[in-house]
């Protein structure tokens, strides 16, 4: 299993670009998570999903925009970046009761 | 939410014992504790989590005070790579979802491993 991957790893935007971060999981898992972790701070959610299809926002949702048309994938989109969405992001995964599993991150800069 | 206080920094000798405490003094009964540690800004790795009684894995022990109000992670002989924030975070179940929750991230303990 290759467990929760991201894609892509890296990525300078321009302000106003798009982009669309995809996480994937091979785990069979049924809810899925978006975060973001800003320099000396701890990661705060973007949004989730319960399931296929289904998608709910977290604490800090504004500018983001989410789909999960299959449950092993989950989408993360900027319609226009800004150089407050400056971040790490990190995807995750779970299935009922059990922990969340990370993936490795996706680091990405708009200048 | 429950929140969570950790001290921001420790250092431990490497071979003894690391001792990470945290406060969470306004967890609920059905909240359970979770262990997470980040190395190096890699993704959040998870160590241990517990209710109320105490538990232990291969990677630590979890001791969880009788009142719940707060928790100590210990890695019994730490090494070079434990050198991480690490993490305790209240979980939350996220309700109308079934078995969803979420988890609330502080900015951890920054722990030093050294020689």
């Known amino acids: 299993n290759a467990g929760v991957t991201q894609t892509p790893k890296f990525r300078v935007l321009k302000t106003g670009q798009s982009m669309t971060l995809l996480c994937a999981q091979d785990?069979?898992?049924?809810?899925m998570y978006w975060y973001r972790q800003d320099p000396g701070m701890g990661l705060r959610l973007i949004h989730y999903?319960?399931?296929?299809?289904?998608?709910a926002k977290g604490e800090v949702p504004d500018g983001y925009n989410v789909s999960r048309l299959k449950k092993q994938n989950f989408l993360l989109g900027l319609e226009s970046a800004a150089p407050s969405q400056t971040s790490v992001y990190f995807c995750?995964?779970?299935?009922?009761?059990?922990?969340?599993?990370f993936g490795p991150g996706t680091r990405l800069t708009v200048l | 939410d429950a929140k969570t206080t950790q001290p921001p920094s420790m250092d431990c000798a490497e071979g003894r014992a690391a001792n990470l405490p945290c406060n969470h003094s306004?967890?609920?009964?059905?909240?359970?504790v979770y262990w997470y540690r980040q190395i190096h800004s890699q993704g959040p790795q998870y160590i241990i989590h517990?209710?109320?009684n105490n538990e232990t894995n291969e990677m630590a022990s979890l001791i969880i005070t009788e009142d719940r109000k707060s928790s100590t992670l210990i890695l019994p002989h730490a090494t070079l790579r434990d050198t991480a924030v690490y993490y305790c975070?209240?979980?939350?179940?996220?309700?109308?979802?079934?078995?969803?929750?979420?988890?609330?991230f502080g900015t951890g303990t920054r722990l030093q491993v050294t020689l």
């Open positions: 995750a995964s779970k299935s009922g009761t059990d922990t969340q599993y």
């Open positions: 785990m069979n898992h049924e809810y």
């Open positions: 999903s319960v399931g296929e299809g289904t998608t």
């Open positions: 306004t967890i609920s009964g059905n909240e359970y």
């Open positions: 517990g209710l109320k």
């Open positions: 975070i209240v979980r939350v179940h996220i309700s109308g979802t079934g078995t969803a929750s979420k988890l609330t």
